[in-house]
């Protein structure tokens, strides 16, 4: 029987940390494999977060006013860049979702990259990551809306027109439906043939090529993250405006 290639991280968790894994699994009622509990994407997703919570915590004893580093400078770029957008995408009251979208980008982004490092996998190119962040994003969305709008957030599935209900309100609703389904196969299929196209080049060429391909992947990870986000900054804008 063939045995599932494995990561070296991946096979050091299944062999450590197997027990509280298969509690977990098992707590919820899903099937697995009690000797091999961990995926790879879920080892990489955790080491992912786990280096943001890091990262973050040593960097906001460090930001200073008078003395701002590179990484302080690179990441108020990268705040401004993603307020503007908030504000172009949502309104005036984007800037009040910039948590959610800040983690959605930087999340998405970070999973992206790590699988540019030998020996670990871009958690992106599984199915299951790309369907969670478009599930949370789904309902935090509507949540948003909800919150904003009150019973008035149903007159965004009525359409223009009350006398327009009966049509509008179930295309509405497949529309909407529809919106986690096409976040996850966007994320997945750009990743997953990315990847794809990245190992292959890298193991055929040796220096100069591969850097190239190294470039594309690099670019295809920023694009995909921030496609993400801008989407989820539209639907936002959608579900918290008020209908006059």
Not at 10 to 30: D, E, K, V, Y
Not at 67 to 85: C, K, S, W
Not at 97 to 120: E, H, V
Request: charged share 10%; with cysteine; aromatic share 16%.
């Amino acid at each position: 029987m063939e045995v599932e290639h494995q990561l070296w991280i991946t096979r050091i968790f299944n062999h450590h940390l197997s027990s509280p894994a298969n509690w977990l699994l098992s707590s919820l009622g899903l099937t697995h494999d009690p000797a091999r509990p961990w995926s790879d994407w879920m080892v990489c997703e955790i080491l992912v977060a786990v280096f943001i919570f890091i990262f973050f915590g040593i960097m906001r004893g460090r930001f200073s006013v008078d003395r701002p580093g590179v990484v302080q400078h690179t990441l108020e770029l990268i705040y401004e860049f993603i307020h503007a957008q908030a504000e172009e995408a949502v309104g005036h009251e984007g800037p009040k979702f910039m948590a959610f979208f800040g983690t959605i980008f930087l999340f998405i982004l970070c999973l992206n990259f790590i699988g540019l490092i030998p020996g670990f996998d871009s958690p992106t190119m599984y199915p299951m990551v790309p369907l969670g962040f478009a599930v949370a994003t789904f309902f935090y969305y509507n949540a948003v809306g909800i919150k904003a709008n009150g019973i008035g957030y149903i007159r965004h599935f009525v359409g223009p027109m009350v006398w327009l209900a009966p049509l509008m309100i179930p295309i509405e609703i497949i529309s909407h439906l529809a919106r986690p389904l096409s976040l996850t196969l966007r994320l997945f299929a750009n990743m997953f043939a990315g990847e794809q196209v990245y190992l292959t080049f890298i193991s055929l060429t040796k220096v100069i090529i591969p850097a190239v391909f190294v470039g594309l992947h690099l670019f295809v990870s920023l694009l995909q993250a921030y496609i993400f986000m801008l989407l989820a900054m539209i639907y936002v804008g959608g579900a918290v405006s008020h209908e006059h």
